[in-house]
């Protein structure tokens, strides 16, 4: 077990991670960056959002401090708090804090997902004030030039309830992130599971029908990161259509007809 | 009473649990736990899931952490909090994070049940950054290789409000588990409740007809463990069509009718 | 006034509970006692559950600890909690915790007014585990044969709110209670209130009467224990009349029409 | 100003509150103080039911603890709660628990009012059991013979979601409580405010026209106390009309043609 | 700056604060007073509630403390709590508490605003008990005579979430508040923005206009206030078009439509 | 990394912020500043109310102190709160006393996102009372004249729940804003983001196109701010096309035939 410090230098990523380019998303990111302007990643799960996140700050030599967003996230749990240590009450910076004073990358994975607080929290950081007013601590921090704010979504999952304001939203410059092409998808599967190239051509050909169910009663087709979990098992020994139900099938859907479906297309391609 | 300290190291099976496969479960669970996929077991209520996961717990020599999920369960109860002892503060480990420590499996029944800030908490460990970021310890724990996630739900109690994320189910191989077959499951029965083949073969066909009656009116069938209730019953000297009212049909439904029609399949069976 | 200290040892049932069986309600509790398989209560209120349980903790002479379950009731309020006292935090055992290690009955009055996390913290309780995990004490509780638990709800009052999960029945023995015959009830009504054979035989026609009236105005009739509430006034020198309307009547609805009605029923029989 | 200690033996009433029967409740109460069944006061607001309680306590000499329910009155606020003090963690009774131990009359206003778990709380009380658990102290309280246990409601204010559930109601003796007839209110009004007997008369007659409204636009009629309040403003000078508009009429309704259709009434009369 | 301490002898008014009586409101306040009953002041904002209660306070020479309501004052908000001072418990007075003690005027304002407990805290203090139950401090205070419970809400708002029970109503005197008549508001606004009475004449003209278009697309009309408001604008030299639809117009709704339709009244006017 | 204390006079603004009038705000909130009635600014996102502010700060001279409100913010939050600090309880104002004390401005953005009580908190401020009543302190605190209240919120966002109530919008003078006029925003886009005037005339061209298709599925046109963003893109070399893509298109919507025909509008000018 490692147990690293969450102490923001040691945020940074030393190898460059694998991240193959769908667009012009890494020079748009590096403008953005160079002008302060905060990103918003939009894209379905499991499409490279998180990868990407960390190939830009490996590129950018910039700590990267990712929070995944949820219901009961508070503002103070991005910014900080009073926590009592031998009788005296210090204070603690949360993640985001540390992000603006290290110069870091704040990666908010899923901000819709946050509680309303947490989406202001992070208002007069996203525009050009670029302040993160800590008022339990009576402070006004200013972010260096260094310190980029990044969020993103799924605008598939957008309900009323869900939603990222027009106040919030139109403080970002938007990247789009969609499933790779079939050419560089085959090659990212090849990469990260092991298996060979004819295998995961099939793979993709294979996802690539999932993903034209969606809306036909699937909510969402097959994830590269589903053709990689498959293309491990299969380098694991286990029968591609014994891979393919488990690691994609019964992955992204529990509806009998549809399992069976998706069962039928993997039997006509292995 | 034997209290045992929640050490993982104690949460080792010792020996072997009982457990009968139904289909290749057991092959693709290792294929995952070597790839470092974590895994996802779907299926009803008492078709023997915590059953197997105690198996292979005991077959992989990891210790096994099970959490109970349900509504107020939250984040800081998986990963930990600072508690106030002798006047100091001191962190806590959670079941999440001891288990992570400790290379351990740790099994979170029934996810669906939880609060969205424990699922989310996951997502680090389910994909392949594996690390737990421990914001209030101010420490990021990397998963060792021998560390296994493994969560369970049934899919026949999804509903809007709880349903499993695109985002989360997407990071995991699922196994699907459902009731054995009748051969299989007399087995289970005779081993486990003491009574004789041919009693056992009655109460199997007899939790088929009950199974038979989900959708007109019972919400779910009788699952293997209320035959081994039924059987123990029975061994101790309760008449069979009694040990079926109350061990069976009192167990599955309140609905006079339903139960005065599973009263009918049982007289007519012993 | 007489504060007894909740030790387990203390919740020994000494005299014998007056109960009266209905059926086979006593060799069933104790079958499914021996063979550590839990048990779940069903029925109306007022017919006589908690008397039973009072009966069986006498025989099995084991403690027994009653929880009324409610919507605020926690897990934590079950199993424990950590305490400050004289500046030390000091763990302090909840009643499902304190009957686990003392081996004694738990009995869940109401079950489904439960808060969720009630309900699963006893699920590895009521299944072959039989342990109770305490997350806060770091300790795992592993239940001695003696111990047993039993809940108890009212299927009249289901919801879809208030729901008793199949993942949580499905782990019972379930005995059904009702309201008693006409002759045992007589002689409850006799034994308890100390009014006559005849007036007592008047008592159940009356309750009799208004049980028929359920469904059609009448959410629930008239229990056991109005009965016996009826009959000590009328013993205090209440004319009868007047101890119906305050007693059964004014206790089981609002409904003006519905009051003249029942009035209209005790009238004719005293 | 007068500070009173809350210690039970000061609840006593000294000097005998004014009360005027309005039918057999004095006898009732009596009959089921003296089988120590508890009692429930069903009627509408301002008829009476808190005088009655603070009559009998007189009557019975035994001091009288009243707790007006709300929707955040939660059980702690009723058994008790530890407290720090000096550093120290001392356990404080609430008042349910110092009216058990000092063999008072408990009096829960407007029980519906109390969140669920309150309910709940008083059930061991109200049953042939009489005790009192209290979890968090560690004891099981018993109540002494002259302990009493009184709750109210209006039946009139009964919704879906605050209703007396039938394992509570059924508990409990019933009395009904309504506006005192004529003659009797007119004796009410004069001894009460001071004004002439025909004053009072007039009063009462446009009370009782105001309760004739009464589903017809009006959601309750006016009480006796409003005719108190009309009669005291009228014994200081103010014109009757005056304070029929005042005391009653905006004190009953917002509605403008209600409120001209009580006006016209009062003109008429004085 | 200027921090007065809380002190109720300090929340005497010195100076008589600027009042002109629209009815007979000041002689039923006095009687109500005199008789130790509980006032409700009803009517729209900006019409002079407030005000009226600073101008009894000073007549009646007793301190005026004022509470707001909203949703989150809790009973303790009003009656106290204890707070950790140097690691000593010491209990603080709320302000409704300190107003008892003080024998001065508690005004809550806006009282449908409130938690249900916090209208639930008053009814003892506002039926002839005239007491304030402490419980978390153990004591119950007596009301002198000179103490004086006022509320106020606005009729217009109520809805079925928001309403004052029965129970709560039926016990204060009520008093009914509008906008004053014509010449009075004009000396109203003179008095209060030091613009000349013909300016002030054609403001209240204007302000006529607007509450003859509540219903019809305007919630509610221009309030005395709002006349004041456009008053001062003026007096600094704003042109009388421009401040009407800054401090009239935009001030009371944001509908495009209504906006043009109450520019063009003032224009037609100014 | 700058962080600077909290401390009001630090609040200062010390170079002119660049700022171009629409209309007679500067006016209108001179007038109201000096009759010390608060400011209501209306407007959609990123039309300059943020700007607005520091221009007036800085021309008046006082201390801005900003406050982003949200679902979770409380009066505790705006005024203050005890806090714990070496075993001593002190006390901590929060950001609307240090402005009242300090005779600053305090502005509270977005105010209908704040929690109810935050908004009846601002009511002894906003009338002419002008204090603030600090509970919990026990304090009274008297704004000096160089105090002022200024909120802001954006009409088109208004909804049933989020709602400004008459009581709180009447005692206000409300400043309207909206997208600068053509000519303006062009300036306003050249300074901010250094592109020339030919670029920047087409972006805002580019801008209005987008306005126009507000209610025809776009919930908001493009504000300045993001046409700013596109400029200081395009000025790091970006396309203008791609730019108009990822800082405007992709900003206000998700929809894909909305982002086409945005996509095709910019395409057609650049």
């Not at 499933?179 to 190239?197: C, F, H, K, Q, T």
Request: glycine residues 8%; contains cysteine; negative net charge.
């Amino acid at each position: 077990m490692n147990a690293r410090t969450l102490d923001p230098a040691q945020h940074l990523i030393e190898r460059e991670p694998y991240y193959e380019p769908i667009g012009d998303e890494i020079q748009l990111f590096e403008a953005a960056y160079r002008q302060q302007i905060p990103v918003l990643l939009k894209g379905p799960t499991g499409c490279g959002k998180t990868r990407f996140m960390e190939h830009m700050a490996w590129r950018l030599k910039r700590p990267l401090i990712t929070v995944s967003c949820h219901d009961d996230l508070t503002a103070s749990d991005l910014v900080g708090r009073y926590l009592v240590k031998g009788g005296e009450t210090v204070w603690v910076d949360g993640p985001l804090t540390r992000a603006v004073r290290a110069g870091g990358i704040c990666y908010l994975d899923e901000i819709v997902e946050a509680r309303k607080d947490t989406m202001v929290v992070i208002h007069p950081l996203a525009d050009d004030r670029r302040t993160l007013p800590m008022e339990k601590l009576g402070q006004l921090v200013e972010a260096p030039p260094e310190f980029c704010l990044a969020i993103s979504y799924n605008p598939g999952y957008q309900s009323v309830l869900k939603d990222l304001k027009q106040s919030t939203r139109q403080r970002f410059v938007a990247l789009e992130f969609d499933y790779p092409a079939a050419e560089l998808e085959r090659r990212i599967v090849v990469n990260e599971s092991g298996i060979d190239a004819g295998m995961a051509e099939k793979l993709v050909r294979f996802a690539q029908m999932t993903r034209n169910l969606k809306g036909s009663g699937l909510e969402e087709g097959a994830s590269t990161r589903l053709l990689v979990h498959a293309g491990k098992l299969i380098s694991s020994g286990v029968d591609p259509v014994v891979a393919c139900r488990s690691a994609v099938a019964q992955a992204v859907t529990d509806d009998a007809d549809m399992l069976t479906a998706i069962q039928e297309l993997s039997s006509s391609l292995f």
